[in-house]
């Protein structure tokens, strides 16, 4: 398989910790892995190590509140990828679209929403706190639907 | 790093995947993965007559997602197939090869629903064109930090009724999206 490289593809996260450590994804460390009681900062670092987007847990939120995803449309046929990172604040946002590839930012104050092409919700992951048994949302009225 | 994830099409009794993230890819009258032009659906005097129906299915090659990839959706491009045209489908948690039934080769598939697809996930498809980015279709499944197929298939055919014009179609868009992390 041939595929395009884009910017995406050489784009990373870091955790900047209350104790100043900084916990990088190209050092290997996992998603799951992120202490979220000390996060104090996090970012989307380019392929030449500079910070490109910046967000910390908003008032009365934590580090447990945070969700980030790699979001990739593909093209049937055509080759074609849209990668966009998709980051936000459980349940009620600011949920964020940063397209690296075109340099096209959206913000949702509201948080994620069904409908939405870019920011609908996403499912759990491992390293949220936001499910329960049944692998779902614990609230996910809150979503906006 | 992110995860190679690729589109394949389902063919054959094992079935037989194949690549198609880049590769033209049409409907027909057989069970080929790249059939050209050969084997067109003929236009009825009445009726329906019927694509095979095409199966796809994401697959991890090379490179595994660091933690896992879930949330898959499916859309089309919203632009209807024209006169005498519709396409139907729906995802499926199973594999069925394409076949004509009592039909021959170059005449009409069987019709796409769970009598002839019985893992396909609603009575008789749904038009592709009402799965839109806005309002895509969620596919069941995901992957781990693994290689390989993962997900339902998503299944589609296209039917060509008596009105239907001659001539190769217009290409339409179909778009898998799923999360990584």
Known sequence: MNRKLMASDLAFWEVVQTDGVIVREQDGNKYPSIDRSKLAKFRLVNSTGNVIFETWPPVGKTGHQLVYRRRTGMTQSSGGRKVIFVIGWLMDGPAFAININDGTFRVLETGFEFGDADLYPPEPMPGELWFDDGNKFQDNSKLKR | ?181
């Open chain 2, 1 to 181: 790093m992110a995860a190679s994830v690729i589109i394949n099409r389902l063919t054959g009794a094992g079935p037989t995947t194949t690549d198609i993230t880049s590769a033209t890819n049409r409907m027909s009258t057989s069970d080929v993965v790249a059939p050209g032009t050969s084997d067109p659906i003929p236009i009825p005097g009445a009726g329906t007559n019927y694509s095979y129906w095409v199966t796809t299915r994401l697959e991890v090659i090379t490179t595994a997602p660091d933690n896992g990839i879930n949330n898959i959706k499916w859309y089309s491009d919203n632009t209807g197939f024209g006169t005498g045209l519709t396409c139907m489908g729906d995802p499926a948690t199973a594999y069925t090869q394409a076949a004509g039934g009592g039909h021959v080769q170059g005449t009409t598939g069987d019709v796409l629903n769970s009598t002839n697809y019985p893992s396909l996930t609603s009575a008789s498809g749904t038009d592709v064109t009402t799965y839109t980015s806005g309002a895509p279709k969620s596919v069941t499944g995901s992957i781990g930090a693994s290689l390989g197929e993962f997900g339902d298939r998503f299944v589609y055919q296209l039917g060509v009724g008596a009105t239907a014009g001659v001539g190769t179609m217009t290409a339409r868009t179909f778009t898998w999206q799923f999360d990584e992390t």
